[in-house]
């Protein structure tokens, strides 16, 4: 017998004569509480990732680029870790192009394993789309791709995220539900509230522990 | 584990820990302060007692619910997991989680481990048997970090270096990686990133724990705010997760709840800055991820809780910690003097399952039964019902049956025992007691002045002149 | 520290009210008094007055004289069938229509909680526990929702620090109907003190079991209630009591804890006065 099967055997020895414990799965209590209108729900968000020292703008589809540009000027940065491969990457691209601003774009164009020393060392921010928000936390939802992997959210100092407003839901549950998660996950899903942070010296809070130093939301209104 | 049965368990010397810990003004002062700030964070996440309760009440549902069907739930979680190409791994002692985990190490020639923060790691003393065996494994979440620079263990099962102030970190730091001396907790923090950074691609293994495991979906859910879990599970070529084999849960949209409830509870956040659910390796087009994907479900006493209605209710726990931060005496005492991997009033309940009610004699015991910790419990675990059901199992007499608790009976004192019985007998006997009251008030004077361990911090309690029993009789007549 | 919380150091984290509202009856002619064992021996005083107290009130009380413990100490150590044996002696004399009154809160809870867990095998015997369950009640709880009393404060004026016994506030709500009892005393300031809400360190045989810890618990508490500027200390808590009050003379302190009963009646004229 494998231990699987000793465990097992165990566990079901113990449950002899019993009946499971129906499922009464209470969504109200996960969805009441957690509304918001309409006017609000941005509002929340944004007061609840600028709690946690995540920076957040209002603006458009058109007149993001120019904003992701300033916020890394602004910084000093002049690289930026951005897929060519999506629409919102084509659209910078083209914005960049267009400007006198000297931001080279680069792509996770190859495995991680060929390039961690540049993409832990020489990355100093990237630029990411969301699947959507949830209100009621403060959250980014991201399903990382092969356009947008997964470490192109942890690894550079800044974070720069785009949001539709109109993607923003009120709280988990109705996320969960109306992108319906349970009939097949990615193989990585991720939920992103503030930059990356700890308090485990001394309860006092430091942000930047091994994640993003800065978390930037760029909401778009319009979209 | 038949080996183990027959070496007379040693006791965990609990009571020197305790008076040690109490003489240490330096670490009282830090324990205070650090459980006084996390009972208030909590407290402000919970503004509509209202909602607390029903959400506790749901909370504890869902965890009943995936107990009651454990064995089947597991099953489906392996299927749907192999099914997203993890490797899944079933081990009953944490001899043989070593060995699965020693074994993945070979077979990659792996010299180096980067560990996310993992209790059940903690459990299997991972670092320690692959220390042995010419395998480094360096803690990646600061507070995990830290301890293993003083070469101490975690003292919370959250906040591993709650122990420490600022000043000893500092100092730390400064000693062990030749840095300036800073009490700036950006630098230092700052520090600790540097320093284990270039650590993160190095390694040739990810080791993590799991908050959650779904059934349904074949998913892995992690939480964490510093994002070392989300490297560690990311950038190493493989990925093994440790964890018990009571973490499964039915259904995706059952981890909202739980999850609201466990960093609500935990740290008083509305949700921690990472949730980090894997449901897989790297695809042939992705560009990260690890590899391989291991899932290690380890028992290690797990199932003997699991088969008694009452301490099944154990197994609900989500390991969020509120029970310890909220408890007087691990608050008096912290996290180290437990001698335990799991402290305070959870470590109380789920330690004698994994190691013996012998060697754990003390720990039942060590709780002046409160309440604290079950009323703060999201799951409602009865904590002050299960360490009086231990005490009972601990003092039950040897000819007792059945045995179903290993160390069962170990506190069994004949002695004691018999002095139950005379407290039996004085209290159902009304001439005994009367008898029994009327020397002890007229004989209050020859009562001793010291009468051991009460009186080193107290004045022995004196008796009255005369008992209300005489007081009532000659007020209200004999009834 | 920019995420302290600036909220004062915990002196109102006291136990929300978490037994679900409870139905009270009209004032009844005739109640038992549980004596309960701790204050039998050392506060038989406190047992006198709070039969004053209901019999200021009309009330006829009767003292079963073999009357013990409730049992507490041996089920909590895990003697669970000489706790039963002891508890089923209770069950009998208190048995009737008469309401159970109890000074002290966490024998109280013994009675509406823990006896069903003892005789959760008896189903005879359970039909007797429900019953005592459902008339008992805490001195305070009843004073205050049974009796209806309005206390008419005839002391000087005085800061009051409230101790409530863990399971007794936990199982029986007593810091809510204790603080009510003190807000009808007019020249009564109650006073919050720094973790109110946390353990005295007594827990019966804790006590002797864990002394460093409780030793430790005990002196925070006094001091506690030393710091919170209250010249007079009150619980309906006799173990409690029992505690501090050793604690507070070990230390050469002057200041004592009282029994609520005591206090109570004192405050308002002693005897049979103006009640109602």
Known sequence: MSAKDRILAKLRGSLVGTTPVADDYDAGLLTEPWRYAADDRIARLRSMLEAVHGETQLTTQADWPQRALEALAARNIGELLVSPDTAHGQQLAAHVAASAAGLRLKAYHQPVEAWKEELFFRTPASLTGTLGGIAATGSLVLWPTPQEPRLMSLVPPLHIALLKASEVRDNLYELMHAQHWASGMPTNALLVSGPSKTADIQQTLAYGAHGPKELLVLILEDA | ?479 | MSHASSVAPNATRTAPAIEPPRQYPDKPADVFLFGTCVLDLFFPDAGMDAIRLLEREGIRVHFPQAQSCCGQPAYTSGYTDEARVVARAQLALFAGDWPVVVPSGSCAGMFRHHYFELFKDEPQTLKQVESLAARTFELAEFLLNVCRVQLHDSGAPVKVALHTSCSARREMNTHVHGRALLGQLAAVERVDHDHESECCGFGGAFSVRMPDISGAMVKDKTAALKGSGAAEVVSADCGCLLNINGCFEKQGERLRGEHLASFLLRRTGGHKGDGR
């Not at chain 2, 208030?40 to 549902?61: H, M, T």
């Not at chain 2, 004192?413 to 029994?436: D, G, H, I, Q, V």
């Not at chain 2, 009186?455 to 009255?464: D, G, L, Q």
């Open chain 2, 1 to 479: 584990m038949s080996a183990m049965t027959d070496v007379p368990a040693v006791p965990i010397a609990f009571k020197r820990n305790a008076r040690e810990a109490l003489a240490d003004p330096q670490l009282r002062r830090n324990f205070r302060g650090a459980m006084d700030f996390l009972m208030d964070k909590r407290r402000v996440q919970f503004p509509d007692g209202d909602e607390l309760e029903r959400l506790r009440a749901f909370g504890n549902r869902v965890r009943a619910r995936a107990l009651s069907k454990l064995p089947e739930l597991l099953e489906r979680l392996d299927a749907n997991l192999s099914r997203n190409g993890v490797k899944v791994h079933w081990a009953e002692t944490v001899e043989e989680a070593n060995a699965i985990v020693h074994r993945i190490v070979e077979q990659h020639a792996a010299k180096k481990v980067i560990k996310g923060k993992s209790m059940v790691s903690e459990e299997m003393e991972m670092n320690h048997y692959l220390g042995e065996r010419g395998v480094d494994c360096l803690e990646s979440d600061m507070g995990e970090f830290i301890v293993q620079l003083r070469e101490e263990k975690p003292s919370h099962i959250i906040m591993p270096a709650i122990h420490l102030n600022v000043g000893q970190v500092a100092s730390l730091f400064h000693d062990k990686l030749e840095v300036d001396y800073t009490e700036d907790v950006d630098r230092l923090i700052q520090i600790g990133r540097e320093t284990l950074r270039r650590n993160f691609f190095e390694a040739d293994i990810g080791v993590s724990g799991v908050n959650f495991a779904v059934a349904e979906t074949g998913t892995l859910l992690l939480v964490e705010n510093e994002g070392n879990g989300r490297m560690s599970t990311t950038v190493p070529p493989v990925h093994i997760a440790v964890t018990g084999i009571e973490k499964v849960v039915e259904n995706l949209r059952d981890v909202i709840p739980l999850l609201s409830l466990l960093t609500r509870s935990a740290t008083g956040q509305a949700i921690t800055t990472y949730v980090n659910m894997i449901s897989g390796p790297r695809k042939a087009d992705e560009l990260d991820g690890p590899q391989e994907v291991h899932l290690v479900l380890l028992d290690n006493g797990r199932s003997q809780a699991f088969a008694d209605g009452e301490l099944r209710q154990t197994l609900n726990c989500i390991r969020c910690g509120a029970c310890m931060n909220h408890c007087p005496v691990y608050t008096r005492i912290g996290g180290h003097a437990y001698g335990t991997v799991y402290p305070g009033p959870i470590g109380k309940i789920v330690t004698p399952h994994m190691l013996g009610l012998d060697t754990t004699r003390d720990l039942p015991t060590a709780s002046s039964m409160c309440g604290a910790c079950g009323e703060v419990c999201p799951v409602k675990i009865p904590i002050p019902a299960l360490l009086r059901r231990l005490r009972e199992e601990a003092v039950r007499a040897p000819e007792a049956v059945p045995h179903h608790m290993r160390g069962q009976g170990s506190k069994y004192s004949k002695k004691e025992a018999m002095l139950w019985k005379a407290w039996r007998k004085l209290n159902t006997s009304p001439a005994l007691y009367r008898a029994f009251s009327f020397a002890g008030t007229r004989l209050s004077a020859l009562m001793p002045s010291n009468i051991g361990p009460w009186t080193e911090h107290r004045s022995a309690p004196k008796p009255a002149a005369r008992s209300l029993h005489e007081l009532a009789r000659e007020h209200l007549g004999e009834d």
